[in-house]
């Protein structure tokens, strides 16, 4: 299977990053036709033998590789075979995105079912039965804590949610 179409999306190489991290991107964006084992990967991409076999098994993880062992007669040793499955992105992508939307309603929800209050020397942000709790006085410094308002959080969470909601093709719900 020919990766290249989908190693060259911006978006498919930063999520790979966030998997397997600066050191294990050069197995991720190297993905070879048919089986390798994590030696040759290890030599062709000039990689410490742990940094490829650690990045492997965070695709294994995610469903973007997967591996058949061979058991050496003479030996006994076992050898891994590597097979990079990257056509199931798309829709771990998506997968991901529908996480990110529930998350954010959820945090939307939580904003707009709460008053907050702030001390604004701290920087500390309080619920109003938390507030009440310490009679409005921040407990770390004594100020007097500020009613808070957090429109522009829930506009902005507004305007992601809407994004994502286009971008999933998804109706917003009642």
Partial sequence: MAFDGLLEDPVI???????????????AAAPPDGE?????????????????RRALFILYEND????????????????????????????????????????????????????????????????FEEAMDVNFECPDCGSSLQSMENTALVDAMDGRIDELRAELNVERVA
Avoid at 22 to 27: A, L, R, S
Avoid at 99 to 104: D, I, S
């Fill in 36 to 52: 390798v084992t994590d030696e040759e990967l290890a030599e062709t991409l000039d990689l410490e033998l742990n940094d490829v």
């Fill in 13 to 27: 190489q930063k999520y790979l990053h966030e998997l397997v991290g600066p050191t294990g991107m050069p197995v």
């Fill in 64 to 127: 973007l590789a997967s591996y058949r062992r061979l058991r050496d007669e003479d030996s006994g040793w076992l050898t891994y075979l590597w097979t990079f499955e990257y056509q199931n992105i798309p829709e771990q992508l998506e997968s991901e995105l529908h996480r990110l939307l529930e998350g954010l309603e959820r945090r939307r929800e939580y904003e707009t079912d709460h008053q907050f209050y702030l001390c604004e020397q701290c920087g500390i942000r309080f619920e």
